[in-house]
């Protein structure tokens, strides 16, 4: 199923509840909602540990629930791993499509990367996911997500871009290809193993670089192009799939924000930032690992150009907090002032290590992002937080409240955070893609495997740094 169409499905799942008739969970012993043991797909003795080490140190049970629902849901339900010719293989679904999206697998993955030194399975699991997305790149890497049979046609088959079989959808976002060397990166900086960067690995990563460069749109449009038969604007590129004009002046082009939103401005701010870490990562990996001098200096050129370029065109001056990034550009003096939950977005910078959550220039941004002067961002009587056009108007994202925690060090702040994502769960014992800022039983997707592996995430982070916030 589509997300667009979930989306409309179970926009209305149980709205027939309402908050005051939740049970009082201080006095009520938790259902089970993890899928049961012998059903897993994947199992970690040193994830089940981490669970029960959680659980025994948080007084707040229904945390500690939480936690045991929430943190293994991707290995539990999204993971099929193999091994093809004694090399690890792993599919990664995102939860109710089975579709691998680049950026979801490797975000999905991402919290189990700092106990893979102590689980040689969970390390070849993650190997595995590395290995498969080389192989998506290379298949095309102007998609953003596959699926498990190089043969099989889905849903937008019919879409007027290059689509071809094995693609789920063929949305150009940049974060697509910035994901995997970010997983890729930590993964060889925790191990030290160099297995799954084999030329394999480096023809993607040549392969990203070229991309690129076609996306600076210098000299023409480039390659891509973008249409679909829908009644969802913000499923289509304009101007023939191009997009609206930009000026070339040394950013990225991304059709389509991780939203799987088209962008409105074709120079996403955020995704270019994101671009520059990555660039800089697969510099250092090409350079050291595959002994690649010239590629490795073509890559960090292109961060450096990038980097300068969202200095120059992505800062502007606002009446109110000074200079601000802009979410959206278009090197002809236009800008879109907004945010967007999915990362990478502008309150998630920090999180990506593409700027310090000090940084006066964000912490300006971070303000207008967490006001109503954010026009996605959605106050009400069941939370407050970021949203986006995916979901729609006064549905906000668990997502964007796990960033905010994330990126914060305020101790109240962030327990504001823990309280409102607690909530939304409503009983179910997950997160959500979205729940309704007034009524958090109004929600869409019970099963969003990046929302539930990133909120683990970020209670883990806070036991292990501010344990105190979770009594």
């Not at 991402?110 to 595995?128: H, V």
């Not at 070229?210 to 210098?218: H, I």
Request: with cysteine; net charge neutral.
């Amino acid at each position: 199923m589509n997300r667009r169409k979930f989306v409309r499905n179970t926009a209305i799942l149980g709205a027939g509840l309402t908050l005051s008739k939740l049970p009082a969970f201080a006095n009520y012993s938790f259902p089970v909602a993890r899928v049961a043991a012998e059903k897993r797909n994947f199992s970690s003795k040193v994830i089940e540990d981490t669970i029960l080490q959680f659980q025994s140190g948080v007084k707040d049970k229904e945390l500690g629930w939480l936690f045991g629902n929430c943190f293994p849901n991707t290995l539990d339900t999204t993971v099929t791993y193999t091994n093809k010719n004694g090399v690890p293989d792993t599919y990664v679904i995102t939860g109710d499509i089975d579709a691998m999206w680049l950026r979801d697998s490797s975000a999905q993955v991402w919290p189990y990367l700092y106990f893979i030194n102590k689980d040689k399975n969970l390390q070849k699991l993650i190997a595995g996911v590395i290995n498969r997305q080389s192989v998506c790149v290379l298949r095309d890497p102007y998609a953003n997500a596959f699926y498990d049979d190089p043969n099989k046609t889905g849903q937008w088959k019919n879409d007027v871009t290059d689509m071809k079989p094995g693609l789920h959808e063929r949305k150009w976002e940049i974060d697509s290809l910035c994901y995997p060397i970010r997983l890729a990166y930590r993964y060889w900086k925790l191990t030290g193993d160099t297995a799954p960067f084999d030329t394999q690995w480096l023809s993607a990563i040549k392969l990203t670089l070229k991309t690129f460069r076609e996306q600076q749109r210098k000299t023409n449009d480039g390659p891509y192009h973008f249409q679909r038969n829908t009644a969802w604007a913000t499923d289509g590129v304009a101007m023939n799939g191009y997009g609206y004009p930009v000026k070339p002046i040394g950013l990225i082009c991304s059709a389509f924000r991780p939203s799987d939103d088209a962008t409105i401005f074709s120079f996403l701010i955020p995704s270019n930032f994101f671009a520059v870490v990555s660039l800089k990562q697969a510099s250092e990996m090409v350079e050291k690992i595959a002994g690649d001098a010239s590629t490795a200096a073509e890559l960090t050129a292109l961060a450096a150009e990038v980097e300068q370029a969202i200095q120059t065109h992505g800062v502007i001056e606002h009446s109110q907090y000074g200079k601000i990034y802009a979410y959206e550009v278009n090197g002809y003096g236009s800008y879109n002032l907004m945010d967007d939950a999915n990362v990478p977005s502008l309150l998630g910078l920090p999180y990506l290590n593409a700027i310090s959550n000090v940084d006066p220039v964000y912490q300006n941004t971070r303000k207008i992002l967490l006001s109503l002067n954010n026009p996605f961002f959605f106050k009400g009587k069941a939370g407050e937080g970021i949203g986006g056009p995916h979901a729609g108007k006064d549905m906000i994202w668990p997502l964007g409240i796990i960033i905010r925690g994330l990126t914060s060090d305020n101790d109240e702040e962030i327990k504001y955070c823990i309280t409102m994502l607690k909530n939304s769960n409503v009983g179910t014992g997950f997160m959500h893609e979205s729940f309704n800022k007034n009524d958090a039983t109004i929600f869409t997707r019970k099963w969003f495997a990046w929302a539930n592996t990133i909120f683990g995430e970020f209670l883990w982070e806070t036991y292990q740094t501010k344990p105190h916030l979770l009594v």
